[in-house]
């Protein structure tokens, strides 16, 4: 009896869910079953600058396009390509996850905001910020996009002539002792773990010590004061894993939910291979600062000093308190590609207990080009 | 049946046996068996080449319901003819004491390791300098040894020898870190063209083209640094040209010298 009251309140339950559903549907449900738009009338100077960054995250890159105010300075390709980068670099697969949008100003025919879009990659999420005009147009309201124009290269032949490694292993038909060649030399110079709130933080700097490229790696294993592993972690891309010779980089190893005080001893473990490599492209990281405010951070730009456009550019810089003891490392990818011979900002941020700490810091940069697997 | 109590590998022998019939002769050791039909009273032949892996071994004839067995060792040929040579590293630096090791195993034309005593040479040789050499006995087999490094760099052949039999490796002996790492600065229209003087390690030798050489240039609290591989033996990069900043130089951990740019200078 009680089993066939239970299916009854269940049917009636369902039946009255989907009526509502379909007189009064979610606009994401809408948009989904291929209705209208999860946009609306851009009434107030805030509906604009939020439609326009869902049409951004629909990329529905026409429509927004279309609802600008100041179409007629720019093409839609290039808007496009402020959005996702003119060539390829994180921005062309990142997906906009969320947005903010912020008042700054606002009068009877224009406004000020902010619009700070959330973007995710396979390597990470990653902020960008926009100071949007937005202006009234009759009883609709558009937004003036700040199109940051791609930098043009001049057509040019920029002649490279770097040093490139090749390596020739021994093959499986060589006798036992038979000659190979040896992994290159690295050594870590530098190690302090460090203890914080979420978790014990391992971090160093690494130098490769031979004269041929090394690919890289560290495992650092915890282990108690009974001399038991606590847990076994690598650096993963906390680190620069192509190393020419006599170049240093730094690494960083997170043991989250693990307390500095349950461990004894470190046990650290670099690894190397030899690997082919060029030692192009060459990357000057230029006006490197280190600001407190607003936020600790440092600062400055990727010079891609080569003839090859740099996609994924990932920067890690090692930062020293004054009696040059290693207080942290930070990395930070940079969304745009680095095009020959131009300056790219970039910025990586600095936890803010640690920041009145530094003194100075070390800067690399680990380069990715399409087309090229050295 | 009377068995020989050792036998060189890969050697022929035969095996006297007495009575009458037909019987069948096992012979099993490490990695080898061998089965021959036999008449007793008649000597078995066991032909050059079939019974070739050392080690003891077990013979047992059968013949119908009797069996007898009985022990045998086959040992390793007297002569070389293999040598399993370990050389590490495959690259050292110059001027190290004991850098280079080497170790030899000496094997029989069957590869099985010849275990008595046996003089082994090693020899060292390099493009420039005196060669080293030194002779070791195999103990168990094996002969190892630590040599230095020369202090000059190119590629040494490392030589094994023994009976008569030589197998080679070659050492590359490379240059050590950068020594006297010096920088200077001219200017290169709106920049600063810094470059290093000839690279060399303390013994005088040059760095390889693409060791890299740290560039830091510090003005004004901002900083300008980058990663340069040597070229030809120099490294040198555009910079920018800020009256009163001070430039330096770093290869690895070895630091080098620093410079103040005053404008013209």
Redesign the interface.
Known sequence: MKGILLAVVLFIATIGLLVIGTLSPIPTAVYYAGGKSLTRASSTPQDAVENLAVQIRQRSFGDAYGSLANRAEFTEPEFVQDLTGNTLSLRTFATLEDFETQPLHESADDAEMLLKLHWSTVVGPYETTRDLHVVRNGDRWAVDWPLVKAPHVPPQVIPV???R?DVIYSGAGD???A????AP?IRI?DMRPVNRAEGVVVMGEL???????AFVGVRATLLSKSGSPIASEGAFDMISHTL?????TPFLIRFPNVDLSQVGSIRMGPISVLVSAS?DP????????YNLDPEASLT?QLSN?SGQTVNIAHVLSTFYDKNGQLVWVAGQYVDRALPPQTPVDFSVQVPEDLAKQISS????VATYSSGNSL | MTLPQTVTAGSAFSVPTSGSGPAVLYIVGPDQALRRDVQLGNPVSIAAGDLYNAGEYLAIIVAGSSSSSGELEVTPAPHPD?L????????VPVGLHNGINGAV?VFDAYHNLIVTPMPVSFELSGSSGPSQARTITTSHGVAWTEIDSASKQGSAKFIAQAGGIATT??IDE??G??CGLTISAQPDGAKLRVQTALVRDCSGNP????????FTENYN?????????I?KDIAQ?D??AYSGATISVA???VAGNEIRWGGGR
């Open positions: 002539n770097y040093l490694w006798d036992w002792g000659q190979d060649v040896q030399r110079v130098l490769n010590e031979d004269i041929v490229p020419l010779p006599k170049q240093v030692a060459v990357v000057e990281i230029e006006n490197q600062k400055g000093q810091e070390r800067t690399i | 293999t399993s040579f370990l050389a590490t590293p495959s690259r195993y490796r070659v490379v240059p870190d950068p760095i390889p083209d693409g060791t890299i050489v740290t609290g901002a900083q300008t640094t980058a990663d340069v591989p070229k990069i910079m920018p290869s690895g951990v």
